[in-house]
C-alpha cells in the first residue's frame, strides 16, 4: 500500500485524524523512522528493512518495564516528644538520641518580679563547643519559642537561666505508624 505504516501499539489516536505518541523514547524513535523513510534512496529493500526494524525497535521498548512517574504517596510525620524538663536556675540535661534528624525544642520562661535572662545550647557529648544556641533571651519578664534543628546524633542541653522559671521539651519528626 505505497507508503502507509501502521501506528505501534504504543501511539494513540485521537479525534483529529493524527496520532499521538504516548512516551519520549517512542517520539524519538518516530523521528528517526520518518528520517529514515523520507531518505531518497533507491534501494527500496533497505528502506523497508530499516523502517521494519525500527517499528520492531518501538514495539520492544513498549515491552520494557520502565520506571514510570507516579504519584509518590505523602509520607505521613509527627512530632513525637523525646525528652522534658522544668526548673529554676542552671541545668544540664542528660543525653538523647535523634534518629531521623528533625527534631525541635519547644521553650518558655518567665521572671516574676525581675528581668530574666535564658540560655539554651545543644552539644554532642565528648565535644565542650557547643553544637548550637536554641534560646538566648535578656532582660525580659517572659518569653517562648520553638527552635528546629536538623540533625541526627545523640546530644544534650546546658539550660542557663536567672531570676526565672522555665520549662523545655524535644521533640522529633518521626514517620507516623
Excluded at 529514515?36 to 529493500?45: A, D, E, M, P
Amino acid at each position: 500500500m505505497g507508503n502507509f505504516i501502521e501506528a505501534p501499539k504504543n501511539f494513540h489516536h485521537n479525534n483529529q485524524n493524527s496520532f499521538i505518541m504516548k512516551n519520549s523514547t517512542t517520539k524519538g524513535l518516530m523521528i528517526i523512522l520518518i528520517i529514515i523513510s523520507s531518505c531518497n534512496t533507491n534501494n527500496n529493500n533497505t528502506k523497508e528493512q530499516l523502517i521494519d526494524s525500527t517499528i520492531q525497535s518501538v514495539n520492544q521498548t513498549e515491552n520494557t518495564p520502565t520506571q514510570e512517574t507516579q504519584p509518590q504517596e505523602e509520607v505521613k510525620k509527627e512530632w513525637v516528644k523525646v525528652k522534658s524538663w522544668k526548673g529554676v536556675g542552671l541545668k544540664k540535661t542528660e543525653t538523647f538520641k535523634i534518629e531521623e534528624g528533625n527534631w525541635r525544642v519547644i521553650w518558655n520562661f518567665s521572671a516574676p518580679g525581675a528581668m530574666g535572662m535564658f540560655i539554651i545550647a545543644s552539644y554532642r557529648p565528648g565535644i565542650e563547643e557547643p553544637e548550637d544556641y536554641l534560646a538566648n533571651v535578656a532582660n525580659e519578664l517572659k518569653g517562648s519559642d520553638t527552635s528546629y534543628v536538623h540533625t541526627s546524633g545523640e546530644f544534650y542541653l546546658e539550660i542557663n537561666a536567672v531570676n526565672c522559671k522555665w520549662n523545655v521539651s524535644i521533640e522529633e519528626e518521626k514517620q507516623k505508624k
